[in-house]
């Protein structure tokens, strides 16, 4: 497994080795001995998510209240994608700052976001299917979302792809109004010492 800081405090990219012969691939996108040496902690896994996206499809940027929060390990498990992480955290040392991932079938590459941090990605491919590992249950209440095309925060998507949004994320405030609403993370709630203790019943990754 490779490992790769991104530019957002607290994110990672992994890429695992691949094992391939005439009989197809195997490939392990988590591992958690690469993943304690490189974030300090194991993942803990309580819900696993699916997407399948037609060419052109931007979700995001999307970000759960902190606290609770929720923790993401996201990776293309068909298709090709590119993942967007932005640091929407108040106080943090990166705030404002991004980092994309070039994701598709063949690096199984994969992207680790910690609490706090918006994501969003684009299908670049029909049928481009994305899987997530997440540490907390969906609970519509706490989703937010920021425009993704904030020009405040200038991610370079490719131009010649015609986007497809939601409707939630068509209308999503960008960062300047949403920190003015009090929408956004603060820092400090989103550090590993200040979130709230793992479940001792919930599984962990092994």
Request: with cysteine.
């Amino acid at each position: 497994m490779h490992t790769r800081k991104l530019a957002v405090a607290g994110g990672f990219e992994f890429t695992p080795d691949i094992h391939s012969d005439h009989r197809g691939l195997f490939v392990s996108p988590l591992q958690d001995e690469a993943f304690v040496a490189a974030v300090g902690h194991r993942f803990p896994v309580a819900q696993t998510n699916h997407s399948r996206s037609a060419r052109g499809v931007l979700r995001g940027l999307h970000f759960t209240a902190t606290p609770p929060g929720q923790a993401k390990y996201v990776y293309c498990a068909r298709g090709r994608a590119l993942d967007a992480v932005v640091d929407i955290r108040v106080g943090s040392p990166t705030f404002g700052q991004w980092d994309l991932v070039q994701m598709d079938a063949e690096s199984f590459r994969a992207v680790y976001i910690p609490d706090g941090l918006a994501h969003a990605f684009l299908a670049l491919e029909d049928d481009t299917v994305m899987s997530y590992l997440v540490s907390s249950a969906y609970r519509a209440e706490l989703e937010h979302a920021i425009d993704p095309l904030d020009p405040a925060i200038g991610l370079p998507w490719p131009q010649e792809v015609e986007f497809r949004l939601s409707a939630r994320d068509t209308i999503a405030p960008r960062l300047a109004e949403a920190e003015a609403k009090g929408m956004l993370p603060q820092y400090a709630d989103c550090l590993p010492a200040a979130a709230p203790p793992a479940h001792p019943d919930r599984p962990t990754v092994r």
